[in-house]
C-alpha cells in the first residue's frame, strides 16, 4: 500500500525537472574593445621661430661694456617681454633650422665664409692656451682647479686681438663682443661652467650677425663646424680644470654642462631613415654616427665619463627622452626646454649681459643703482646683491648655492681621478645592467 505521504508520478516528474534560469542578458553590462588611452598632451605650446630682425644701423649705436640688467624677478618679466628675448629665440632657433637633415660632413671647409674660418682659427688658438696652462695639483680633488684663472687671464690678454681679427675696428665695439667671448668658458671666481655659458658663446656669434661680419648663409656652418669645436674645447677644459656643474641638477637634469648640442642635434635628425630616440642605447650606432650629429656625440661623451654604465643610472632624463616616438617629438621638448629652462630662469638669466648690441628695456635694474659687482669683478667667496626685495643671491667657493643649484664635483674630473688611480683609458664599471 503506497504511502499517504507519496508524491502523485505527475507531481514527482515536476519537482525534478530544473528551473529555467531568468534572462541575465539585460543585466550583463555590453563588452567595449579596450582602447590605449591616448598620452596625455603637453600643455606648453611648441615655441615657434620668430622672424629673425636685420642686423641695426650701426651708425645709431654707441658701444658700451654689457653689464647684468636681471638683478629681480621683475627684471626678467621685463626681459621675456622684451625684443631681446624675441632676438635671442630666433637667433637660436634659426640656427636650430638651418641644420635639419644635415650630418656635420655636409659641410665643406673650402665654402666657409672668412668669418667663420676667424671663429675657428680662434678656437684653435684658445686651445693652445689651455695647453700653455696646466692645471696644479690638487691631490686627487675633483673640484675647480684654480690654474682655470690663468687660462681665462690668458684668454683676457688675446681678446682684442682675436677680436680685431674677426674684422671689428672700433675700440668699444671690441670691448662690447669681447665681454660675450671672455664668458663662454665659465666663471673665474666660481671655476663653474653650465647652459648659461654656453649661450654666451651664441650670443658672441650674433653679436657678429648684429655687426654684419656673419649673415643667415652662414648659420649651418656656425652650427655645425664652429660650435661643434667650441663643444670639443669645452670638453677639454672641462676635462682638464674640472670645472664644476652650474646649477646642477643631478641626474635629474638633461647634462651636467651643455644644452645645445641636444637641441641642434636632434634637429639634425628630424628626418632620419634609420636613427630613432631609442638608438641612444646602442652603442654601436653611437660609434659609427656619433662622428656626424651632435645628440649621439653628447650621449657618447656623457656615457664616456660615467664610472655607472647605463643611461637610466646616471641621466635618466636622456633615457626618458629616448621612449619618444620621433626626433620630432625630442626636438619640440627642447624647444620647450631651452624657452623654460634656460631663457626662463633667472639663476641662469642673471647672469647674462646687456649692451648696445644685445639691449636691456627701459626700467630694469642697473648694477651700479644696487651696489652690485659686474660679473667680472665678483669676489671670491663674496655675496652679491640681486634681488630688490632685499634678499641676496650668494655666489660662494663653498657650501650650498641652492639658488643655482648644489655646488658639486665635476663627473668629468671624477672620471679623471678614477683613470689616474687605475692607471687606465676605461673606467671601472659598476655592473647593474
Known amino acids: 500500500m503506497p504511502s499517504s505521504t507519496e508524491l502523485p508520478s505527475n507531481d514527482r516528474r515536476a519537482s525534478h525537472q530544473p528551473l529555467r534560469p531568468s534572462d541575465l542578458t539585460t543585466k550583463l553590462p555590453r563588452l567595449t574593445p579596450r582602447r590605449r588611452a591616448a598620452p596625455p598632451s603637453n600643455p606648453l605650446p611648441v615655441p615657434s621661430t620668430p622672424p629673425l630682425p636685420s642686423p641695426p644701423n650701426l651708425s645709431s649705436i654707441t658701444f658700451r661694456h654689457p653689464s647684468r640688467r636681471i638683478l629681480s624677478p621683475k627684471d626678467h618679466q621685463l626681459f621675456i617681454a622684451s625684443d631681446t628675448y624675441s632676438l635671442l629665440q630666433s637667433f637660436v632657433f634659426s640656427l636650430t633650422e638651418s641644420v635639419q637633415d644635415k650630418k656635420i660632413s655636409d659641410i665643406r671647409h673650402d665654402d666657409l665664409s672668412l668669418t667663420v674660418r676667424n671663429v675657428l682659427e680662434i678656437l684653435e688658438e684658445v686651445e693652445g692656451c689651455v695647453k700653455s696652462c696646466p692645471p696644479e695639483d690638487q691631490g686627487g680633488s675633483r673640484f675647480g682647479n684654480p690654474a682655470f684663472r690663468v687660462l681665462l687671464d690668458k684668454i683676457t690678454w688675446e681678446s682684442d686681438g682675436w677680436q680685431a681679427r674677426l674684422g671689428i675696428e672700433d675700440a668699444g665695439a671690441r670691448e662690447e663682443v669681447g665681454s660675450y667671448f671672455l664668458q663662454a668658458f665659465g666663471n673665474r671666481t666660481r671655476i663653474d661652467y653650465g647652459s648659461g655659458h654656453e649661450l654666451n658663446f651664441l650670443v658672441w656669434l650674433l653679436c657678429l650677425y648684429q655687426l654684419r661680419l656673419l649673415a643667415q648663409p652662414d648659420f649651418a656652418s656656425l652650427v655645425l663646424v664652429a660650435f661643434t669645436r667650441y663643444l670639443h674645447l669645452m670638453r677639454l677644459i672641462q676635462s682638464t680644470y674640472y670645472l664644476e656643474p652650474a646649477g646642477s641638477h643631478g641626474v635629474w637634469g638633461l647634462d651636467d654642462y651643455q644644452f645645445l648640442p641636444f637641441l641642434f642635434g636632434s634637429s639634425q635628425l628630424l628626418h632620419h631613415l634609420y636613427i630613432r630616440p631609442l638608438s641612444i642605447h646602442n652603442s654601436l650606432i653611437l660609434d659609427e654616427e656619433g662622428n656626424e650629429y651632435m645628440y649621439l656625440d653628447q650621449v657618447r661623451f656623457i656615457e664616456s665619463v660615467k664610472n655607472v654604465k647605463g643611461l637610466r643610472w646616471h641621466s635618466p632624463m636622456l633615457d626618458d627622452i629616448s621612449a619618444a616616438k620621433g626626433w620630432g617629438k625630442v626636438e619640440a621638448g627642447m624647444r620647450r626646454m ?82 689616474k688611480r687605475n692607471g687606465q683609458d676605461g673606467l671601472r664599471r659598476v655592473p647593474f645592467d
Not at 354 to 378: C, D, Q, Y
Not at 380 to 391: A, F, H, I, R
Open 338 to 419: 631651452f624657452v623654460a629652462e634656460v631663457l626662463g630662469k633667472l639663476p641662469v638669466m642673471q647672469h647674462f649681459l646687456f649692451g648696445s648690441l644685445v639691449p636691456a628695456v627701459e626700467g630694469m635694474s642697473r648694477e651700479e643703482e644696487l651696489g652690485v659687482a659686474s660679473e667680472e669683478e665678483e669676489t671670491e667667496g663674496g655675496e652679491v646683491v640681486v634681488m630688490q626685495d632685499g634678499m641676496k643671491h650668494v655666489h660662494q667657493n663653498t657650501g650650498w648655492g641652492d639658488c643655482c643649484g648644489i655646488k658639486v664635483p665635476s663627473s668629468i674630473g671624477a672620471a679623471q681621478e678614477m683613470r
